[in-house]
């Protein structure tokens, strides 16, 4: 990410494609600040996404929650098929401009991998594993803290690393209602066919997504490597 602090040293590289423009270089914001205020607002929407996404699947698992499992899913299913576009323009009369619907829509957007990943993991805890735990004296809570969640939590990390990578994508459109983000070089080349704003902007997003998907998939592997799964 070093790029980031160091956008000038490219400018004869952004020069050669883009020719005709007056400047090649986005100044009007601090690329530092762009990324600190992209990773705000994924890091919010992605904790409401694994906090909702997690609990909901625990709940479902549960004899007496299993009954909601097919309304859960679909109410899911919706908020990442609706497109986050129309969930902003939906959000912004009642949420208003900037980070909040933004949010909003990328909480909705990331629930799904979330949900789904946290059903698979708890449901392929093997029974016997289960069974065994509660024949030691463990309670329900104690065996889901101490015996589901961990060896489920490879798998249920493996979703969360799915929904952050495309929240970190998906971000740069709250750029369009005045969110602060990595998309606001994009929406300024765009508007002015400027193509090395867009580049710089869309690399710089490119590259956060890639270095926190590696950061996932050393600690998914340490968990899997941990639980045998």
């Given at each position: 990410m ?8 490219f ?6 494609l ?6 090649v270089i986005?100044?009007?914001?601090s690329?530092a600040q ?10 919010v929407a992605?904790a409401f996404?694994?906090f ?9 698992t549960?004899?007496?929650?299993r ?9 899911a ?6 497109p986050p ?9 009642l949420?208003?401009?900037g980070?909040?619907?933004t949010?909003?829509?990328?909480m909705l ?6 949900l789904r ?7 392929g ?8 735990a509660r024949?030691i ?6 065996v ?5 969640l ?10 969360i690393?799915?929904s952050?990578t495309?929240?970190i ?20 080349g765009?508007v002015n ?5 867009v580049?710089?902007?869309?690399v710089?997003?490119?590259?956060l997504?890639?270095c ?5 998939e ?9 639980y045998?799964r």
């Amino acid at each position: 990410m070093t790029a980031v602090f160091a956008m000038g040293q490219f400018e004869g590289l952004f020069r050669q494609l883009t020719p005709d423009a007056r400047e090649v270089i986005y100044q009007r914001e601090s690329f530092a600040q762009l990324l600190l205020n992209h990773l705000l607002v994924v890091a919010v929407a992605s904790a409401f996404s694994v906090f909702i996404g997690v609990l909901a699947g625990v709940l479902v698992t549960r004899r007496w929650g299993r009954d909601f499992l097919p309304l859960v899913s679909q109410i899911a299913s919706i908020g990442q098929t609706f497109p986050p576009v129309a969930v902003l323009a939906l959000s912004v009369p009642l949420l208003g401009f900037g980070n909040l619907p933004t949010i909003f829509a990328l909480m909705l957007y990331g629930l799904l991998p979330v949900l789904r990943n946290t059903l698979a993991g708890l449901q392929g805890v093997p029974p016997s594993v289960v069974e065994a735990a509660r024949g030691i004296g463990m309670g329900p809570l104690q065996v889901l803290l101490q015996v589901e969640l961990p060896l489920a939590s490879p798998v249920i990390l493996a979703g969360i690393r799915t929904s952050v990578t495309i929240t970190i994508a998906t971000a740069a459109i709250g750029s369009t209602i005045g969110a602060s983000t990595l998309g606001n070089p994009v929406i300024a080349g765009l508007v002015n066919g400027n193509t090395a704003y867009v580049l710089q902007g869309a690399v710089l997003i490119g590259v956060l997504a890639i270095c926190v998907d590696s950061t996932f998939e050393r600690v998914q592997h340490g968990l899997a490597s941990r639980y045998g799964r």
